[in-house]
């Protein structure tokens, strides 16, 4: 299921649903349009927690899930720490592959 999830998020990073780096996505989060966001397991905890205070307070799906390498990796960059999904539809099928659904 990992390698499933990690295909859709490059999908949706190459249709352009999808945005990384820290800066960016509390940007896409301030502006609403945040689906869901992934964090790397393995980044620091005051950024974890940024996110996750941020993502509750709008209500927006936050995962803890992968590391930086494999999200970097995923989507075509270096180390990111935090994915944003901008829309809806990829926010959905890439939930169900993290939970390990058949989407």
């Known amino acids: 299921m990992k390698s499933k999830a ?3 998020i490059g999908l949706a990073m190459k ?3 999808l945005v990384s ?6 940007k896409a989060i301030k502006k609403g349009k945040g689906k869901l966001v992934i964090i790397a397991s393995d980044s620091t ?4 927690k940024r996110f996750n205070n941020m993502c509750k307070h709008r209500n927006i799906p936050c995962i803890e899930w992968g590391t930086k390498e494999e999200l970097g990796k995923s989507i075509g960059k270096h180390y990111r720490a935090v994915v944003c999904v901008i829309d809806e539809s990829f926010a959905q099928v890439i939930m169900e592959k993290l939970s390990g659904g058949e989407a």
Not at 21 to 26: I, R, Y
Not at 45 to 48: A, E, F, L
């Open 15 to 17: 249709a352009g649903k």
């Open 6 to 8: 990690y295909a859709r």
């Open 21 to 26: 780096g820290e800066d960016t996505c509390m």
């Open 45 to 48: 905890s005051n950024t974890c």
